[in-house]
Structures are given as C-alpha cells and as structure tokens.
C-alpha cells in the first residue's frame, strides 16, 4: 500500500482526510510537466494571466461555506471564523493582481546617449509552495498566485493538516482555465521534500513554518543556487504606552485579546508578550482579563464557540508545559482553566490563560508558544519596553499603542522586527511587504517586493546603429 497521508481532526481526535502520498514516478513527471507548461505559460501576455487569476479568485468566493467548514474540520478554527480567511485571501489576492502590470513593468533607468536600457522581469521558472495549516488559504495565496501571474509554473506542498485547502486552489485554477502543468497541488512526505529541494529542478522555494523545519529546508537546497523565501514563526510583542487616555486604552485591550487569542493563538503573528506602562498596568491587566474570561471553548463546529481547539494535543502540551514552568518560577495564572470544561489537562482542548509576574528567564516570554497564552509585564519607560521587545531571536512583528505618533516612529525605527503596527495588530497589509528579520526568515512577500522575488532580472542594453 503507497504511503499515507492521513488529517486526525483536532475536533473529535477522528481521521478526517486520508490521501496517497505522491509516488516518485508521479513527481517525477509532475516536474517535467511543470516545466513544459512553464516555457509556453511565460510567453502569455500578462492579461490572459490576470484573467485567469481572477476567475480563480471567484471559486473561492462561490464555494465559501464548503470551505470554511473544512477548515474548521482540519485544524480546528471556529466556524464562525473560517470564512473570514477567504476574505483575507480575496484582499490580497485581488491588490496583487492589481499592483501586477505595474510591478512587473520593464524598469527604466533613464535615457543614455546612442541608445537605450532597461531591467526586465522575468519569472524565475518553478516555483515551490510548502504551505502551512494554521492559515492554509492565507499563506498559500501570497506566493502561487504572484508566482503564476509573474510566469511562474507552480508545484504545491499543503500541509499535511489541511489537504484539502491545496486542492481547492489547483481546482480553481483549473476550471478557470490555467493550462494544465502549472498548478499542481501534491502531497509529499518530508524525505520527498528535502529531495525535492536538493534535487536541481526547483528555482524558488516560499516555506512558512517553525524555525527548526526553516533550517532543515536551507540545508536540504543547499548547493542548489534557488531562492528560498522563509517565514519562521514570531514571537511578537505589544508595547502600551503611558500616553494612551482612557479610550485608547480600551482600544488596546480589545485588540490585544483578540490578537493574542484569535485562532487560539496559532498566528505567527499573533501578540505573545505584552509590555504595559506602570501608569495603565493595573487597569490594563483588569480589563484584558475580564475580556478573555468571555470567550467560550468549544466545538468548533457551533456557531457559539469563540475558542477551538489546538491543532493537537501535542501543541497543546506544549504550551500547558511553558504555562506550568513559569508559574512554577513565580508566575501568577489570572485564568481558572476549570472554567473551561473541555480542557481536561491533555488533550487539543486548551483553555486561554493570562500571566503575570512574568519576566525573561521563562520560556513563555522567549520561545514561541503558538498558542492561547500570553504574558503581560510592567515597564518604567520607552528604554525599558524596547529592550524587552528586542530580547527575541524572532522579529516578524511588533505593535505600539499609544497617541504620539512622532513617538510611536521613533520607537518603531529601533524595533528590530518585519513589521511595526501602530494602535492595531495581527494584520497583513498586502500593499505592504511581509518580511522579518533575526531567525524569522528572509525573503518578502506580498507588494510590489512579493513578485520581485518570483522573478529574475535581465539587462538590456541596445545600440543601434
């Protein structure tokens, strides 16, 4: 019997999906198919391009409800959320589009004398998508579709978690007319990855994942000369400023609680630590308190539930085990867990917790949690918030609350991040590049800089005459 993947839904510990893992023959021609559609596809004119992506775009709004309902199904997003990710993916699959003749437009440096000169964008040829679970339309659209657009050939790795949603983007391509080849949506085990990237037959790689599974990706394409794009996972900070009045304090709570708790904290750029003035700590721990106290674990799949269950237990003990390990170095838990009653103390089903008296010898505050936990610390001043939301190896993003602007920029310039929200959080702009630094990753997603990276520069320089 070929290799199985196989979906254990974190809804009730039931398998969900089961598919054939990819054999090698069948990747094998997968690569030769890809590249013979590729050398045509590039030669399109960029409009039929675009055509075709907006069709695409169109089958994930009429079979919205199928989707969201597998979604919650595989990793366990509350219903009344799921669809919420296909209007992410619309956002931003819609501004690529149409940023698209504009960023793939011949550069030109200016006249010369005896001639002319100008860059050209050309795509780099096939491109690998290895998508992750936890937003498995979001991810997997800031990469293939710029990377067709652009001219690119396509092979998509979906996590082996949400099968499903690496399918539905290969049939939408295809009953909106993408000629056959360019879009293949394949399930592959790790060894088959790694040989894959080592192989010489890929140009590019976008991988979004943890950072252990970032390294291994780098060392398996090593010597291969293709371009990795890589999103590692964050540990990203909120820093509430003294300045804020009582409004905008307010603000900050809401939005903080839903930025640390949203997904049940399994958004690499969800909030996990959270810095307060001394002047609002107080007042500040209350409310957010009072705020993730409402939400209801539950089913996913009833409208009523605000909080899901992890992807696994396995994540779960994860954070059940950074929780216990800093209250047992003096931590204070501001959450009865009992009042959660799926939490059973092992399984996916994990209740929201708040930490306080934490400080930056507990894991909670250094290593990702990727999950509904989230500590708060007070702080003397700017000084004393920027070192602590510096002292990560992660920078994805870092969000500011406060009413001076001039301030928050000024703190933003020496934030050591990807991104700097100022009075939001847990956001994607599309018209902004998606990017980190330190062992976040490399590379930039989305914007104009979304498809540089998916494209391969050529000069020319013309003399006639």
Aim: charged letters at 20%; glycine letters at 10%; a negative charge.
């Amino acid at each position: 019997m070929p290799d199985q993947l196989r979906c254990i839904s974190p809804v009730d510990n039931k398998l969900y999906v089961q598919r054939c893992l990819c054999s090698d023959s069948e990747l094998a021609a997968a690569l030769a198919d890809a590249r013979r559609a590729q050398r045509d596809w590039q030669q399109r004119p960029l409009g039929e391009r675009i055509a075709i992506a907006e069709r695409a775009l169109a089958y994930f709004e009429e079979h919205r409800d199928i989707i969201a309902e597998q979604i919650s199904w595989q990793m366990g997003r509350p219903i009344q959320y799921a669809g919420g990710e296909i209007n992410g993916l619309l956002e931003r699959g819609r501004y690529m589009l149409d940023i698209a003749p504009a960023a793939l437009a011949d550069v030109e440096p200016g006249p010369i004398a005896g001639g002319e000169h100008f860059i050209r964008r050309n795509p780099v040829g096939l491109v690998l998508t290895v998508a992750p679970w936890n937003y498995p339309l979001l991810t997997t659209v800031n990469s293939v579709l710029p990377a067709l657009v652009a001219g690119n050939a396509v092979l998509l790795k979906p996590s082996a978690q949400t099968p499903l949603a690496g399918e539905h983007f290969q049939r939408a391509f295809a009953q909106a007319g993408l000629p056959q080849g360019l879009l293949q949506c394949l399930h592959l085990g790790h060894q088959q990855t790694r040989a894959l990237l080592n192989g010489g037959e890929l140009d590019f790689c976008s991988f979004t994942g943890s950072v252990a599974a970032g390294a291994d990706m780098e060392q398996a394409a090593a010597g291969s000369f293709m371009g990795l794009g890589l999103e590692l996972g964050g540990k990203d900070p909120a820093y509430v400023r003294a300045d804020l009045d009582s409004n905008g304090l307010a603000s900050a709570v809401s939005n903080l609680v839903d930025g640390a708790f949203f997904n049940s904290g399994q958004s690499c750029c969800g909030i996990e630590r959270i810095y307060v003035a001394r002047r609002h700590y107080k007042d500040f721990c209350e409310a957010f308190i009072a705020e993730v106290k409402q939400y209801r674990l539950g089913n996913p799949m009833e409208h009523s539930t605000s909080l899901g269950p992890m992807v696994r237990a396995s994540a779960a003990n994860w954070v059940r085990g950074q929780t216990k390990a800093a209250l047992a170095a003096g931590a204070r838990a501001c959450i009865d867990s009992s009042g959660f009653a799926l939490d059973n103390g092992d399984g996916a089903y994990l209740a929201p917790q708040v930490l306080v008296d934490v400080n930056h010898s507990m894991s909670v505050m250094r290593e990702e949690s990727f999950g509904p936990v989230v500590g708060i610390m007070p702080v003397a001043d700017d000084r004393q918030a920027l070192a602590l939301m510096n002292d990560s190896d992660l920078g994805l993003s870092a969000s500011i609350w406060s009413s001076d602007k001039a301030a928050a920029l000024a703190l933003g310039e020496q934030l050591q991040t990807g991104t700097v929200f100022i009075n939001r959080c847990d956001y994607l702009d599309p018209a902004l590049a998606w990017t980190g630094v330190k062992n976040t990753g490399r590379g930039a997603s989305l914007s104009a800089l979304g498809y540089h990276q998916l494209t391969q520069p050529k000069s020319y320089h013309i003399k006639m005459g």
